[in-house]
């Protein structure tokens, strides 16, 4: 509305920003709702059907793993949205303190909002009176805002670490495979044919989340250095509170790129591991016919499925590095011209 300024402006481009990566994401998984569907009806076969005792613990490991992961990243959050709604109410109590000893009227008085909404708000007239209620208004629509956007990273973030348990479950069936047992052949192909499915359904999350991910990329980049460079500026002027406000932003971004690199990363690397798995098992004891054939299965394990940005930006820890050096370098190089 051309009435804020600098910081209120990069508010509202960063909470811009987190509203079109919410609806983003809630569009593309209703879009690509049946592989979504696909791999949460194998993960609920895997829990009706297995029966082994050390497998089932590998399971369960990895969804434990997910709990934490999403627990963390939602409850950090919200954590952040309630400091950042907090800190306008806290600027207006001051305020009144200020009036009371100084004895201004309400009119002089600047009210600041979770949201930067001061400049539409009086724009359509809405009364001082509603200042609480309209705070709280903002703090659900914020709170709602950070369940789309982490809730959807959270569905996903799951199921990709149940495919990483079962993938880490065949490599253990590929490592313990009884070669003396009869129907060797049958066994080995229903091995070969779980490691074909587990490709498939791991392509099919890969489809779900590729452009997801390379908006999220996108906008988390440039988050990155504009919030960074916010941080340098408010450094400079000691100003506590942008200081917090970045600070609270570069983490949450920060923890959603570290969070889908490692699983991009840990999903890639079990994959990778198949091929070299199945060279530790005992295949020398295997029939000739059926030995000459596992060549065939270590080179499909040499381009494994894995998460891609725009199906041309592997993401995994590797990635993660690059955003965050070219980042600091781009801060670093802004840090010099300031203090010259």
């Not at 569907?37 to 990895?62: C, F, G, P, Q």
């Not at 359509?124 to 805002?145: A, D, G, K, W």
């Not at 569905?155 to 590929?174: S, Y």
């Not at 066994?187 to 997801?212: G, M, Q």
Request: hydrophobic content about 45%.
């Amino acid at each position: 509305m051309g009435c804020t300024n600098t910081e209120q402006n990069i508010d509202s481009l960063m909470l811009v920003c987190c509203g079109i990566l919410g609806v983003f994401k809630t569009i593309c998984f209703r879009i690509y709702a049946k592989n979504l569907t696909d791999n949460y009806s194998s993960a609920r076969n895997d829990y009706l059907t297995i029966k082994n005792t050390e497998y089932r613990v590998i399971m369960r490991k990895h969804a434990f793993m997910g709990r934490i992961l999403s627990c963390f990243m939602v409850c950090f959050s919200y954590i952040s949205v309630t400091i950042y709604s907090l800190i306008p109410l806290l600027d207006e109590n001051l305020v009144d303190d200020q009036d009371v000893q100084i004895n201004s009227t309400n009119e002089d008085i600047v009210l600041e909002y979770p949201m930067p909404s001061r400049c539409a708000l009086e724009y359509l007239y809405v009364p001082r009176s509603m200042y609480e209620f309209i705070c709280i208004f903002e703090f659900i629509v914020l709170v709602l805002t950070c369940t789309c956007n982490h809730g959807n990273d959270s569905l996903f973030l799951n199921i990709t670490l149940h495919m990483c348990g079962q993938i880490k479950i065949l490599k253990a069936n590929f490592v313990n495979f009884v070669v003396s047992n009869p129907q060797v052949y049958n066994r080995f192909n229903d091995l070969i044919r779980r490691h074909n499915y587990l490709i498939e359904l791991a392509k099919k999350l890969t489809e779900s989340i590729s452009i997801v991910l390379l908006t999220q990329l996108f906008i988390s980049s440039i988050l990155l250095c504009i919030m960074g460079f916010q941080f340098i500026l408010a450094l400079k002027t000691h100003n506590v509170v942008v200081m917090g406000k970045s600070a609270m932003v570069l983490c949450t971004f920060l923890t959603q790129l570290s969070i889908y690199s490692f699983i991009g990363d840990h999903l890639k690397s079990q994959m990778e591991e198949v091929g070299f798995f199945i060279y530790q098992s005992n295949w020398y004891d295997l029939p000739t016919k059926l030995a000459r054939n596992l060549i065939f299965i270590i080179m499909r394990t040499r381009s494994p499925a894995k998460l891609l940005a725009g199906n041309f930006i592997v993401v995994n820890l590797a990635t993660y590095m690059s955003i965050l050096k070219t980042s600091i370098s781009y801060l670093s190089v802004l840090r010099v011209m300031i203090e010259t």
